[in-house]
């Protein structure tokens, strides 16, 4: 069992930046995969980035590419997305998610945190 709490999310203008955190407990964060979803009003959850349970593997959404990264720190049990060139279509909540199935970009995650809104303005 593992419990998540994203933080980070906020208003920026267009083509500022944002570092969002996810937060676990318990003892066993670096047994699991971890990864970034998101939710924009009407539209269903979608995939954003993932990472491997050691941080060496990573894979991103195409519409991220080149401006997301997601990294992590199993000794702090946080995961981290930074995000540069924000733009209107990346307003959306923002979830992580933990699953023991390590590095995977379905929605096949095992727990969720509650989300954090990120909001840009154009």
């Known amino acids: 069992q593992v419990q998540l709490v994203e933080s980070g999310g906020g208003l920026v203008q267009a083509g500022g930046s944002l570092r969002l955190s996810c937060a676990a407990s318990?003892?066993?964060?670096?047994?699991?995969?971890m990864g970034w979803f998101r939710q924009a009003p009407g539209k269903e959850r979608e995939f954003v980035a993932a990472?491997?349970?050691?941080?060496?593997?990573?894979v991103y959404a195409d519409p991220v590419k080149g401006r997301f990264t997601i990294s992590r720190d199993n000794a702090k049990n946080t995961m981290y997305l930074q995000m540069n060139s924000l733009n209107a279509d990346d307003t959306a909540v923002y979830y992580c998610?933990?699953?023991?199935?390590?590095?995977?970009?379905?929605?096949?995650?095992?727990?969720w945190g509650q989300g954090t809104q990120v909001t840009v303005s154009s």
């Open positions: 998610a933990a699953s023991p199935k390590g590095l995977i970009s379905s929605r096949d995650y095992e727990f």
């Open positions: 318990g003892r066993t964060f670096s047994s699991y995969g």
């Open positions: 990472i491997s349970r050691a941080g060496w593997n990573t």
